[in-house]
């Protein structure tokens, strides 16, 4: 059966100072209600928007990174409808009408080994923010209106529905999230920087819109359930509406909205207290000299230092991961070695629930890029094996100590000296005769010898030298 | 009159402030004392600015108008909020929760409007100056009315942070007065860019009393024939008058005119319809409670409070924005406006100043044309022009028929207010028209 998905992501610019239209800042998280707010962002009658202008170069990077067009002039329109989190009943969007476009449109972004087309990108404002006494909408006996949010800037970037399977849209998603953070424009951690609605459809059905999806992480979930229930449907011969659904994100499902979902005329025009902003040629020129590197050029680049094209795209996926490696690549000059310990060895602490809410991975980890390359410097010399590597690591990602510290206190250095081993395989040869009568001329029994050897020194000596010392005793 | 909505009760206080500054031979400002009514649209810091509608009747702003600002530091005393229609939205001042302000000259009439309140507390020596709004006329109609001098200046040479809008594309703050240079020196005072309002210009000039010298009038033929028989005659001895002065007057037509209304009301109203969304009664307003209210009904509820005139507006408004009829009808009177802003340029080509009435009519009784609004919407027909091209207008009074006044209108090429000023202040000193009602 086929299905066609459509993604509209809206991502907060987090990185900028202000609010679109006003000087209040940006960064509203951790605000009493309603503090971070000013006559413009209110909507105060006689007030007026005063457009952000490195919020639209901003945009322009996004744009320009999703290989879209940038027109060279732009608008800004209202979006007029009532809602108690828009303080002037009306949104500042764009739109593309008439000749004139939002920031960018045509564009297409490959991720992995396929693609799928931009249709536009756009400039807007955030809503205020809801807050239902009771938790929900069904619950509650009244709601509480924060506007803290209210005029942040957000781009929206509107796919076409170029998707079938939900594990490439988390695919996509993960692509986009590491370029605005590469760009170093939205913070994706932060809660509700990134939202994701989707439009879903299978053959015989109606398209159906889900909204309310708040982690990128839950984009999957919400369309693998969404599309199950369209294809049983169909397959039923009851007919799928077209309608919006909302992603109810306790019980993992996709529900019916209870307000009525009229057809909305948003009687679109443009603002006329924002003048159309003039692009020209040197505005798209300008910022691509300034555009910082790019997730593929990066995986390029770190493919170029000797790491496969996978450990590559791990460390990628996530820019906190791939800055951290490069930190520590430059502590020390072993990249390869020093990607394969973050990529299948510091990710077995991060703790799932941090990963799955979309916070920062690395933020319970107490261990550094100095850390790691620390680690990397023990186990090249040969200080450590990497059993015991391993082991530090797990402490050092509690204590956030240097590993050549714990290595040194501890005594876990690995025992090489002819003095310490000789004892210990002495004790080990008069513990097990027969063994030691055997090896003589069984091979296969050395190695039983030397397994006592590493269990007596509790994984420390050096087998080599274990071994040559068993032979040497054997006299073999 | 009642032109006052609200009197400022700081102003006795602020005036003997100024008054000190004087005697310590301190700076007290070009504008040291005189007393200004500032149009109830106009946010005034914590004086409340109802904009005539029970919508906004408990509403204290917490900032200033720019214009507010500028006038306080030149040294104006504001001594209250004075009466308009409703949001601004009619030209007799008849629309307001506050009652009807009367017209000083025959208290059986209407001032004008929108801004009413200014022109006839000004006529009425209630205060000095008045600053008005001006969307389609709403500054020049009530001084025509009411026997002063009204400026509606270039769009984008006066800041409009701070006055509630109706229509953000055609409106200007404007001073009124009660000679060419009182009106020219507040219009110095709050003319120039302002980074809080990305619609301003750089395009300011020092602005004064007039200047005679020999310019070129062209009356607007379209104007005159539209205009009563009492009113035209009046305008065409004000012509005389500035031919006399030096002043060389041909005949000038402006054929597009007759669009001009509809593409003025189109807009206008769609404009409105969006920017009086914002008055749902949620964040401030009157007292009212939304218990017991699902959201969408408490916003009927409370938006059911805008006077007749306003909801109709918004109404008419919605509908010239809906999906199908935008291109039909908003995107037409824009054509429109272009065409007619085309024309206009071509015209400041040849001429220096455009001449007319102000009003077509004289004014006229209080409640007369409230039946009938496309009536009362025509009355506009003179003004709107020079709303829609952007360019500067100025009605200065010329005469009395049967007792009531008649306004000259004058137009300029953007910017060029100094020009009307010249020429408004020639015919004022050669006209001499007598300057206050007996009250």
């Known amino acids: 059966m086929e299905v066609k998905i459509g993604l509209e992501i809206h991502c907060q610019l987090t990185g900028l100072a202000s609010k679109l239209f006003c000087p209040c800042p940006c960064n509203y998280r951790g605000s009493e209600p309603n503090a971070n707010t000013c006559p413009v962002c209110l909507g105060l009658p006689g007030t007026l928007p005063l457009l952000n202008r490195r919020a639209v170069e901003f945009a322009g990077m996004i744009t320009l990174a999703l290989g879209c067009r940038i027109p060279e002039e732009t608008m800004f329109y209202r979006k007029n409808y009532f809602y108690p989190d828009l303080p002037k009943n009306f949104q500042l969007t764009q739109y593309n009408a008439y000749g004139i476009t939002s920031i960018g449109v045509d564009g297409k972004l490959d991720y992995d080994d396929k693609s799928a087309r931009i249709r536009r990108v756009q400039l807007e404002e955030d809503p205020g923010r809801l807050v239902y006494e009771g938790g929900s909408m069904e619950k509650s006996l009244y709601v509480l209106v924060d506007y803290n949010r209210?005029?942040?800037?957000?781009?929206?970037?509107?796919?076409?529905?170029?998707?079938?399977?939900?594990?490439?849209?988390?695919?996509?998603?993960?692509?986009?999230?590491?370029?605005?953070?590469?760009?170093?424009?939205?913070?994706?951690?932060?809660?509700?920087?990134?939202?994701?609605?989707?439009?879903?459809?299978?053959?015989?059905?109606?398209?159906?819109?889900?909204?309310?999806?708040?982690?990128?992480?839950?984009?999957?979930?919400?369309?693998?359930?969404?599309?199950?229930?369209?294809?049983?449907?169909?397959?039923?011969?009851?007919?799928?509406?077209?309608?919006?659904?909302?992603?109810?994100?306790?019980?993992?499902?996709?529900?019916?909205?209870?307000?009525?979902?009229?057809?909305?005329?948003?009687?679109?025009?443009?603002?006329?207290?924002?003048?159309?902003?003039?692009?020209?040629?040197?505005?798209?020129?300008?910022?691509?000299?300034?555009?910082?590197?790019?997730?593929?050029?990066?995986?390029?680049?770190?493919?170029?230092m000797g790491l496969s094209s996978h450990v590559a795209s791990v460390l990628i996926d996530n820019k906190e991961l791939a800055d951290f490696f490069e930190s520590a690549a430059k502590i020390r000059d072993s990249p390869k070695e020093i990607a394969n310990w973050l990529v299948?060895?510091?990710?077995?602490?991060?703790?799932?629930?941090?990963?799955?809410?979309?916070?920062?991975?690395?933020?319970?980890?107490?261990?550094?890029?100095?850390?790691?390359?620390?680690?990397?410097?023990?186990?090249e010399d040969g200080t450590v094996n990497r059993a015991t590597a391993k082991q530090i690591?797990?402490?050092?990602?509690?204590?956030?100590?240097?590993?050549?510290?714990?290595?040194?206190?501890?005594?876990?250095?690995?025992?090489?000296?002819?003095?310490?081993?000789?004892?210990?395989?002495?004790?080990?040869?008069?513990?097990?005769?027969?063994?030691?009568?055997?090896?003589?001329?069984?091979?296969?029994?050395?190695?039983?010898?030397?397994?006592?050897?590493?269990?007596?020194?509790?994984?420390?000596?050096?087998?080599?030298?274990?071994?040559?010392?068993?032979?040497?005793?054997?006299?073999? | 009159?009642?032109?006052?909505?609200?009197?400022?009760?700081?102003?006795?206080?602020?005036?003997?402030?100024?008054?000190?500054?004087?005697?310590?031979?301190k700076d007290a400002g070009p504008l040291a004392g005189v007393a200004v009514g500032i149009k109830d649209n106009i946010s005034t810091k914590g004086?409340?600015?109802?904009?005539?509608?029970?919508?906004?009747?408990?509403?204290?702003?917490?900032?200033?108008?720019?214009?507010?600002?500028?006038?306080?530091?030149?040294?104006?005393?504001?001594?209250?909020?004075?009466?308009?229609?409703?949001?601004?939205?009619?030209?007799?001042?008849?629309?307001?929760?506050?009652?009807?302000?009367?017209?000083?000259?025959?208290?059986?009439?209407?001032?004008?409007?929108?801004?009413?309140?200014?022109?006839?507390?000004?006529?009425?020596?209630?205060?000095?100056?008045?600053?008005?709004?001006?969307?389609?006329?709403?500054?020049?109609?009530?001084?025509?009315?009411?026997?002063?001098?009204?400026?509606?200046?270039?769009?984008?040479?006066?800041?409009?942070?701070?006055?509630v809008s109706y229509a953000n594309s055609l409106e200007q703050?404007?001073?009124?007065?009660?000679?060419?240079?009182?009106?020219?020196?507040?219009?110095?005072?709050?003319?120039?860019?302002?980074?809080?309002?990305?619609t301003t210009a750089a395009g300011k000039q020092s602005y004064g009393a007039g200047k005679k010298r020999p310019l070129r009038v062209g009356l607007v033929k379209e104007f005159i024939e539209g205009a009563d028989e009492q009113v035209s005659k009046i305008i065409y001895d004000a012509v005389n008058t500035l031919a006399k002065e030096g002043c060389k007057c041909e005949e000038a037509s402006l054929p597009s005119v007759k669009y001009a209304l509809a593409s003025y009301y189109t807009i206008a109203m769609a404009e409105a319809s969006s920017n009086l969304a914002r008055y749902d009664n949620m964040r401030y307003g009157f007292d009212a409670s939304p218990d017991g209210y699902e959201w969408?009904?408490?916003?009927?509820?409370?938006?059911?409070?805008?006077?007749?005139?306003?909801?109709?507006?918004?109404?008419?408004?919605?509908?010239?924005?809906?999906?199908?009829?935008?291109?039909?009808?908003?995107?037409?009177?824009?054509?429109?406006?272009?065409?007619?802003?085309?024309?206009?340029?071509?015209?400041?080509?040849?001429?220096?100043?455009?001449?007319?009435?102000?009003m077509p009519i004289l004014p006229f009784k209080i409640g007369e044309k409230l039946d009938d609004p496309l009536k009362m919407y025509l009355v506009d027909v003179d003004t709107v022009v020079a709303n829609l091209a952007a360019v500067p207008a100025i009605s200065v009074p010329a005469g009395f028929a049967a007792g009531l006044p008649v306004g000259l209108q004058l137009m300029a090429d953007e910017f060029c207010e100094q020009t009307l000023f010249d020429a408004a202040g020639v015919f004022e000193s050669a006209a001499n028209v007598r300057g206050s009602p007996d009250l």
Not at chain 1, 265 to 270: E, G, I, N, T, V
């Open chain 1, 150 to 304: 209210a005029g942040v800037p957000l781009v929206e970037i509107v796919t076409e529905p170029d998707f079938a399977d939900p594990n490439d849209v988390r695919d996509f998603l993960n692509k986009v999230k590491s370029i605005v953070e590469h760009l170093g424009i939205c913070d994706t951690n932060l809660e509700g920087a990134v939202r994701c609605d989707a439009n879903v459809s299978v053959a015989g059905g109606n398209r159906v819109e889900i909204k309310n999806v708040n982690s990128f992480a839950d984009v999957e979930k919400a369309l693998k359930y969404e599309m199950t229930r369209q294809k049983t449907m169909v397959s039923r011969d009851i007919e799928v509406k077209a309608e919006t659904r909302h992603w109810d994100d306790a019980r993992k499902v996709t529900k019916e909205s209870r307000s009525k979902e009229e057809e909305q005329d948003y009687r679109y025009f443009p603002e006329p207290d924002v003048p159309s902003v003039e692009l020209g040629r040197d505005f798209t020129k300008t910022l691509q000299g300034s555009m910082p590197e790019l997730p593929d050029a990066r995986k390029a680049r770190f493919e170029s």
């Open chain 1, 344 to 379: 299948t060895d510091l990710m077995g602490f991060v703790d799932e629930k941090e990963k799955e809410a979309g916070r920062s991975i690395l933020s319970g980890i107490k261990a550094g890029p100095a850390h790691i390359a620390d680690l990397v410097k023990l186990v």
């Open chain 1, 393 to 476: 690591l797990a402490q050092v990602v509690e204590t956030g100590e240097m590993p050549s510290d714990v290595a040194k206190n501890s005594q876990v250095t690995r025992i090489g000296d002819t003095g310490a081993l000789g004892q210990a395989v002495d004790a080990v040869f008069s513990a097990e005769p027969s063994a030691v009568a055997d090896a003589k001329k069984n091979p296969a029994a050395v190695n039983f010898l030397l397994g006592k050897v590493m269990q007596q020194t509790k994984g420390r000596a050096d087998p080599k030298a274990a071994l040559e010392l068993i032979r040497k005793k054997l006299e073999i």
């Open chain 2, 1 to 25: 009159m009642n032109a006052f909505i609200t009197v400022n009760k700081n102003a006795i206080e602020q005036a003997r402030s100024l008054d000190r500054k004087i005697r310590d031979g």
């Open chain 2, 47 to 163: 004086i409340r600015t109802t904009c005539a509608s029970k919508m906004l009747d408990n509403y204290v702003p917490p900032y200033d108008a720019t214009v507010v600002k500028q006038l306080q530091d030149a040294g104006a005393v504001i001594v209250g909020k004075v009466n308009l229609d409703e949001f601004a939205m009619g030209s007799t001042t008849e629309f307001s929760r506050h009652g009807p302000t009367r017209n000083p000259w025959d208290t059986s009439r209407v001032p004008g409007g929108s801004s009413g309140g200014s022109a006839a507390s000004v006529a009425a020596l209630e205060c000095a100056v008045s600053l008005g709004s001006d969307t389609g006329g709403s500054v020049r109609c009530p001084a025509s009315f009411c026997s002063v001098v009204g400026l509606k200046p270039t769009y984008g040479l006066v800041s409009r942070f701070g006055l």
């Open chain 2, 173 to 198: 703050v404007g001073p009124v007065g009660r000679t060419v240079a009182d009106v020219a020196s507040v219009l110095d005072v709050i003319s120039g860019f302002d980074e809080r309002d990305h």
């Open chain 2, 296 to 358: 969408n009904s408490y916003f009927s509820h409370t938006r059911g409070n805008f006077g007749e005139e306003v909801k109709r507006r918004i109404i008419t408004g919605s509908y010239v924005l809906s999906s199908g009829y935008y291109g039909k009808y908003y995107l037409k009177a824009q054509q429109v406006r272009s065409i007619i802003r085309k024309e206009l340029k071509s015209l400041f080509g040849k001429f220096d100043v455009l001449a007319g009435p102000t």
